[in-house]
């Protein structure tokens, strides 16, 4: 079954630190790939994607990611951590058209960062 | 800027009512989607619309119809309200097909409904 994975519920680092929000996934093809985060009480913004190219993909606020085809992975990263970007961060994959399928997101099921001062 | 605008922040229903819920995007996208958000479950999708008068089910559609009558508009309806259906309702657009499917989806801020 094709599937998202964001490994951990939650990250905690100090503010100043390097963060990384891990997300793997289990499709078939190349999917394309997105993050997006979730403030409280508020709906998804969304942050970057990866369609093709570089395998560094930079996005909004500093942050960045990096496919990883062997691994098939997408981990967000930012060099360092503000505790502004405290909140909920989801990595989502849509399927590409040519293997049939439709317009939806398989999405993980988020992780929660704490950014500490 | 994209906007999308959910029509209640916060509601309150009770079992058995028929409930709607509003959404409206301002940038003529085509797709537009319903997700309920529950803790420990993430996003689920309940249904979307790729045009006008056309939808589709998503993953969990059960106790949920949709009307797609205008393009700028996409509401949720609860047939029967129940309990379990308390949770956050998110609303998001997307540009459509001739963009290859690659172009994000824009979220409003979610409706919190709670069933008594």
């Known amino acids: 079954a094709q599937s998202v994975a964001q490994p951990e519920d939650q990250v905690n680092v100090a503010e100043g630190n390097p963060l990384t929000v891990k997300c793997t996934y289990s499709v078939s093809g190349n999917p394309y790939l997105f993050w997006y985060v979730q403030y409280p009480n508020r709906g998804l913004q969304f942050l970057l994607k990866?369609?093709?190219?570089d395998n560094l993909v930079k996005g909004s606020y500093g942050f960045e990611a990096e496919f990883n085809k062997s691994q098939t992975s997408f981990h967000l990263k930012k060099p360092s951590a503000l505790v502004s970007d405290s909140a909920l961060y989801f990595c989502?994959?849509?399927?590409?058209?040519?293997?049939?399928?439709?317009?939806?997101?398989?999405w993980g099921l988020g992780t929660s960062l704490a950014v500490n001062p | 800027d994209v906007k999308v605008t959910q029509s209640s922040r916060y509601l309150v229903k009770r079992t058995g009512e028929k409930v709607f819920l509003e959404c409206v995007q301002d940038?003529?996208?085509?797709?537009m989607f319903w997700y309920r958000q529950d803790p420990g479950l993430g996003l689920r999708l309940i249904y979307f619309?790729?045009?006008?008068?056309?939808?589709e089910k998503g993953d969990i559609p059960e106790g949920y119809s949709v009307s797609r009558e205008k393009k700028e508009r996409f509401s949720l309806i609860l047939e029967s309200a129940s309990t379990n259906q308390t949770s956050m309702y998110l609303c998001a657009s997307s540009l459509g097909r001739r963009f290859r499917q690659n172009q994000p989806q824009h979220f409003g801020d979610g409706t919190r409904l709670s069933i008594l």
């Open positions: 940038m003529d996208h085509e797709n």
């Open positions: 989502a994959v849509r399927l590409p058209l040519y293997a049939g399928n439709n317009r939806k997101l398989i």
């Open positions: 619309s790729y045009d006008v008068k056309m939808k």
């Open positions: 990866y369609i093709t190219g």
